[in-house]
C-alpha cells in the first residue's frame, strides 16, 4: 500500500503540467516577449525603441524600417490571418487605439494573447507611445533614448501663429474614391505647425470621402496627395486637379508627398512636417 508522498504522485503531476502550460503563455524567455503588430506605424514603433527582435508578424504594408519587410505578415486592415498568429506564437499584440477592429482585437484574446493597445493623438504623445512599447517589450533604456530624442527634434519644428494661418490644404488619401482626413486626424497638428489649414478640419471624423466639388468651392491653395512610399507613382495622382486648375481659373499648388512620412504617427514625421511646412512657405498667400 502506498505510503507518504508516493500516494499523491498520480494526482500531482498532472497538477504541475497543467500550471507548466499556464505558465507558458504568461512567463516570457530571456529574450522578452514574443510580439505582433497590427498597424504599420506600430512596427516603426517597436523598431524605435529598440525591441524589433520581438517581433514574430507584422501587418500588411509594415515597410519601415527595412527588417520589418522580411518579417511574416498576419493579415492585413480588414483581416487577419488568425491560423498563421496562432502558428507564431506570439505573447502579446500591439493594437492601434481607434484604427484596430475590436472583433479582432476579441478574437485574439479567445487565443489567450495579451493586447497592448497604443493611442497616439497628437505628436508629443509619439515620444510616450515609445517608452510605452520599450517597457513593456523589456527595453526601457533604449526606449527613452529614442523618445528623448525625438522629443528634442520636435522642439525644434517652428510654431506657426495663428495668424499665420493662411494657407487651406486639400489632402488627398485616394483618387477614386477621393478619399481626405478630418477635424480628428493628427494632420491637422501638422498643418497649424505650417501655418495651414486642413480644408476638411470641420468633419468631426479622421478620414472621410468627400465630393470633388466641395474641393473646388474651398479652392485649397495646396492640393497634397500622399504616395505611400513611391517617389515616382505609376500614374499621376494630381490629374484631376491639374484639369480642373484650368477648367475653373484657379491656382493651387500641387504637390505629392510621402504618405508613410506623414500620416504614420512615428519618428519619421518629422521629415514630413518639415515637407509640408516647406510647401506652404512657398505659396504667396503664406508670406
Known amino acids: 500500500m502506498p505510503t507518504g508522498f508516493s500516494r499523491f504522485r498520480p494526482l500531482l503531476v498532472p497538477v504541475l503540467v497543467a500550471l507548466l502550460l499556464t505558465g507558458a503563455r504568461t512567463t516570457y524567455s530571456d529574450s522578452g516577449p514574443r510580439v505582433i503588430s497590427l498597424a504599420p506605424h506600430l512596427t516603426e514603433l517597436v523598431f524605435a525603441a529598440g525591441a524589433g527582435d520581438r ?10 524600417p527595412p527588417e520589418a519587410g522580411q518579417l511574416p505578415r498576419i493579415g492585413d486592415a480588414f483581416r487577419l490571418d488568425m491560423e498563421r498568429i496562432v502558428a507564431l506564437e506570439p505573447d502579446l499584440a500591439l493594437a492601434w487605439q481607434g484604427g484596430t ?3 479582432a482585437a476579441n478574437h485574439l484574446e479567445q487565443f489567450s494573447i495579451e ?6 493623438r497628437r505628436l508629443d504623445q509619439i515620444a510616450d507611445a515609445i517608452e ?8 526601457p533604456v533604449a ?43 493628427l494632420i491637422n497638428e501638422i498643418f497649424e505647425r505650417c501655418g495651414a489649414r486642413n480644408l476638411f478640419a470641420e468633419l468631426d471624423t479622421e478620414a472621410a470621402v468627400v465630393d470633388r466639388e466641395v474641393v473646388l ?25 491639374r484639369q480642373a486648375a484650368s477648367r475653373h481659373d484657379w491656382s493651387p499648388r500641387l504637390a505629392t508627398i510621402d504618405a508613410t512620412r506623414l500620416m504614420r504617427p ?9 515637407q509640408v511646412c516647406a510647401l506652404t512657405r512657398a505659396i504667396p498667400t503664406a508670406r
Open 55 to 64: 517581433l514574430v508578424g507584422v501587418i500588411a504594408h509594415s515597410d519601415w
Open 115 to 120: 493586447l497592448v493597445w497604443i493611442d497616439i
Open 101 to 103: 477592429a475590436l472583433a
Open 266 to 274: 512615428t519618428p519619421r514625421i518629422l521629415e514630413g512636417i518639415e
Open 143 to 185: 526606449a527613452r533614448q529614442s523618445a528623448s530624442s525625438f522629443r528634442d527634434r520636435l522642439r525644434l519644428v517652428p510654431q506657426a501663429g495663428t495668424d499665420e494661418q493662411r494657407v487651406t490644404v486639400f489632402y488627398q488619401i485616394s483618387a477614386r474614391p477621393l478619399y481626405t482626413l478630418g477635424g480628428r486626424h
Open 217 to 241: 468651392a474651398g479652392r485649397p491653395d495646396l492640393v497634397l496627395a500622399g504616395t505611400e512610399g513611391r517617389d515616382n507613382p505609376v500614374s499621376d495622382p494630381l490629374e484631376h486637379w
Open 132 to 139: 510605452q512599447i520599450g517597457n513593456r517589450l523589456g527595453t
